[in-house]
């Protein structure tokens, strides 16, 4: 879900007009968007071929291999994600290319005129937004994902996408979703379509048997991991296999072990999809030039960085729920196992999350927290939540006012070895932090 821009500028101000026209932030439900699709002449209905994509983790890295993939192989590429993390430019890419902001501003201005002052959610204006803009600009294929849970997301308004793809379905957003694991599964197991083929990451039993039921009832096809499709590491590398054959490849640019399985996923999807067909060493120049911010980035240059011990290294992620977490402690166990360091972990999250939850994972590799606001965020957990938390943990939690304060705070400390820092626990956090840092997404 998206954050409004500031109110000083002309699209801040229709933001938040538009943010006034409904009280919560967020209410899954397709009436408003499919009356105001019908307003604006059905762009749903008008897109390019589109892949329709869920899950609780891995969506946008997921998103990113597909992307390079597809553009590597000289296709015209549309993609729709959220939330941004600096700019809402980043969330509508036509093409390659970020939107302008000329662009973003009039299609804003006018959606807001033809929704006329009718309740409306900001996400829910800005998929519209983007379908008005991706209806009128031609391209091979649409990368959309689901902003949250599925079946009623603003996104799920469209009919006939040429594949459904599942990303790794976990326990998050039990307040909108349900409070077990396959009412969530069925919330993200709605944007499966009649015959549609449906590309499934590894799951959990409870999770697989929902996605499956599903498709069978819409006659989709699956293309499940671990059946249709497997993936392995050897030496370092990605071994991808279907039962059109084997490829050795590159490991994939962005870090951790997890990328190995996003980037397995994006490679099952497009070669579920026969309308695609190219080179094999697409998948490889893809998978290795993948970027996608905020996911296990690091950072190395800014001004966050010049503030934190010298010679440390400065990691971001994103990730914000137990299942996140568990992914980055094991990045970071692997990092460790290449060049040992003291890891101190940064952490603001927001209030709905379980910090107990997620720092668990970090539990046997550090003991050192600093817990973080974040900054001009309603709904942002307090502090004293994460210390608690923390300190139920046995790990040793300090405060700071933001993430450069943290960095700072460190240079009092006498490290033998420069520390490994991760700032992490909420992409709205992750943005703060690269903005701050002068490190804008492209």
Sequence with gaps: MSETAPTSSPLGEILARLSSLHPNTIDLSLERMQRLMAQLGHPERRLPPTIHVAGTNGKGSTIAYLRAILEAAGLGVHVYTSPHLVRMNESIRLGGMLISDDDLRDAFAHVEAINAGAPITLFEAETAVAFHIFASHPADVLLLEVGLGGRLDATNVIEAPIASVITPIAIDHTDFLGDTIAKIATEKAGIIK?????????????????????????????????????????????????????????????????????????????????????????????????????RMQRLTSGKLLALAPDESELWLDGGHNAEGGRVIAEALGDLEERVPRPLVVIVGMMANKDASGFLTNFAGLTRHIIAVPIPDRVGAMPVQTLVDAGRALGMRVETADSAGAALQSLRRLAYEVPPRVLICGSLYLAGHVLAENGTLPA
Excluded: C
Aim: proline fraction near 7%; glycine fraction near 8%.
């Design 194 to 294: 009649r015959r549609a083929p449906v590309i499934i990451a590894e799951q959990l039993p409870d999770v697989a048997a929902v996605l499956e039921a599903e498709a069978r009832k819409h006659h989709a096809p699956t293309h499940s991991a671990g059946q249709e499709w497997h993936i392995s590491v050897e030496r370092g590398r990605l071994v991808y296999q279907d039962d059109r054959g084997l490829m050795d490849l590159a490991a994939p640019r962005l870090f951790g072990r997890h990328q190995f399985g996003n980037a397995g996923l994006a490679i099952a999807t497009r070669r579920a999809i026969p309308q695609f067909r190219f080179d094999p060493s697409v998948y490889e120049r893809g998978v290795a030039g993948a970027e996608w911010p905020a």
